[in-house]
T-cell receptor
């Protein structure tokens, strides 16, 4: 079993929809949780990061971490075609900077 | 703002050849990470450096080696290349303890 599980999709939604992306993990040592967006043939781009449990909001993006359930989410409100990309969750333990990535969820937002 | 620079962007090598990938981190970042991403795969951590010393090691094959130089740039040396080494190789940089890492655009290595 992988340390980080993420449904690879693909996920297709109409423009304006609310998108929910999720990851589960097994390593309770993970403290830092990141979401990366990766366009085709490009490097992953950091979108959000959170420490421990809780919510964090940045514009149309909200990241949630539930450490008790080992479950993290990324919500995208008012989704746009430009949000079409692969979204990767990543996490690392305290003082351990090598991140473990999920498989990535491919999202398509249709105009 | 300056980002992580990787060179070359594309590289084609034959089996058993060697390759050197270079990474120039964001200015003032002291930590560099290397990742390998196969087609349709998530990035796999290879190795990281902090202040020119190896700080962590992941699934890096023995045929590969890496180092970080005094100007904080890093090089990934790959020898006896195999077809399975064909992948995107990403470098990321951060400030130690900041955890958020910023990725370069990657080097696409094709071994033929």
């Amino acid at each position: 079993q992988k340390e980080v599980e993420q449904d690879p999709g693909p996920l297709s939604v109409p423009e304006g929809a609310i998108v929910s992306l999720n990851c589960t993990y097994s390593n309770s040592a993970f403290q830092y949780f990141m979401w990366y967006r990766q366009y085709s043939r490009k490097g992953p781009e950091l979108l959000m990061y959170t420490y421990s449990s809780g919510n964090k909001e940045d514009g149309r993006f909200t990241a949630q971490v539930d450490k008790s359930s080992k479950y993290i989410s990324l919500f995208i409100r008012d989704s746009q075609p430009s949000d079409s990309a692969t979204y990767l969750c990543a996490m690392s333990a305290d003082n351990n900077n090598d991140m473990r990535f999920g498989a990535g969820t491919r999202l398509t937002v249709k105009p | 703002a300056a980002g992580v620079i990787q060179s070359p962007r594309h590289l084609i090598k034959e089996k058993r050849e060697t390759a050197t990938l270079k990474c120039y981190p964001i200015p003032r970042h002291d930590t560099v990470y290397w990742y390998q991403q196969g087609p349709g795969q998530d990035p796999q951590f290879l190795i990281s450096f902090y202040e020119k010393m190896q700080s962590d090691k992941g699934s890096i094959p023995d045929r590969f080696s890496a180092q970080q130089f005094s100007d904080y740039h890093s090089e990934l040396n790959m020898s006896s290349l195999e077809l399975g080494d064909s992948a995107l190789y990403f470098c990321a940089s951060s400030l130690l303890g900041a955890t958020e890492a910023f990725f370069g655009q990657g080097t696409r290595l094709t071994v033929v």
